[in-house]
């Protein structure tokens, strides 16, 4: 075999298995045929929390008044915050490609496609590896309407020339939500259409409720349990969304945020006999192993949890477990996450309903107008909320919305690892003053939920 592994796929994850995998002495070379760093550095987390953070200062140079400053917003220059992002960008695709090489990781800029299980083609070359991980990530998909091609995805959100001052967002997940926001804060008018009753499916019910409420205080324009029809291109250059109630949407600009799909198509995986699952994923089993025992799947494309740390850590064990003496783990029970939302999300563990469903649960929950916002006179309300296994008294959930909702949510996320109970947190000195002293103050349970609660 021309090399020990070969790793289709220049993302987070791909390139961290590729590295792990040559520092443990085996010969490694990886191909992307797009930009090193994924979608996540190219179209994703990294641009999106740029835009968030610029789409942040009106409201600050507002916000600054209660505090007795005269700052005014100024008028937003579109291009130079693109070409800031472009240029932090650069820096990280030069990045990625250097780790590769320090690493003694041969890498291709060229696609590479599955002739046989241990067969690939790379460009015009063709070379064979023992093993092979597909970490191709995934893309966002297009709704199936009449006129779809006006209207545009989170790919393209990143290169528009210009803010536009109408838009519509379609989808309450992620992407719909951040983009609402950004757009927002950056001066456009918004409205946010989705299928469910409330944004973020999958979510705390008290934390997507939470987030209805503060969406609209910003003036987000909310609109759920929508069907779309057709998407019509006027003679002045806006967009006309139908749906299927009658009502209609004129914008400038049409952003579909309803979902990703794996990139699995044209990757010559029937060849490699690599069976999908209905989603359309790589099918793997807990080890990250295809139908074809020399063929692994890690990150979007296998679907399971799309989140680029976790891509990063199932390429980085799959690396130790392959080549490596000792095998690093991670904790995939409580994984902490965060949406970039206004304000910002962050959660860990379960939701209520969740826990509920496995026995009874107790509750704690607060909100309230942080110090900030009794000043600033914005009426954004922290929300902060433990789940408790009644039995064990661990914390198997933890949900805030609110002002650095995500900082906080990584160090609650190593509690919860390490299997914090609520005597654990009740126990822990708090940082006066701050929001982040209401997770050790929470004494009062809220309610009981599950098994006990349906017994009282």
Known sequence: MDYDLFVIGGGSGGVRCARIAASHGAKVAIAEEQHWGGTCVNVGCVPKKLMVQAAEYAGWARDSHGFGWNTQPGKHDWAALMAAKDTEIRRLN??????????????????????????????????????????????????????AEHGIVSDQAFSLPACPKRVTMVGGGYIGVEFAGIFHGLGAEVDLLYRQRSPLRGFDDDIREALVENLQEHGIRLHPSVLLHRLELMPDGSRRLHLTDGRQFDSDLVFFAVGRVPNTKELGLERAGVKLAANGAVAVNAQNVSSQPNIFAIGDVSNKMNLTPVAIAEGHHLADRLFGRTVRSWSMQAVPTAVFSMPPIGTCGLSEEQAAELGPVDVYLTRFLPMRHVITGRNQRTLMKLVVDQASQRVVGAHMMGDDAAEMMQAIGIAMTAGATKADFDRTIGIHPTSAEEWVTLRTRTRVAGVAAAAE
Not at 94 to 120: C, M, Q, S
Not at 121 to 142: F, K, L
């Open 94 to 147: 030069g990045i990625y490609v250097k780790l590769l090489e320090n690493a003694g990781v041969t890498w291709f800029f060229d696609r590479a496609t599955f002739l046989d299980p241990h067969t690939l083609q790379v460009g015009d070359r063709t070379m064979t590896a023992e093993r092979i991980v597909i970490a191709v990530g995934g893309h966002p998909s297009w709704p199936e309407i009449e006129g």
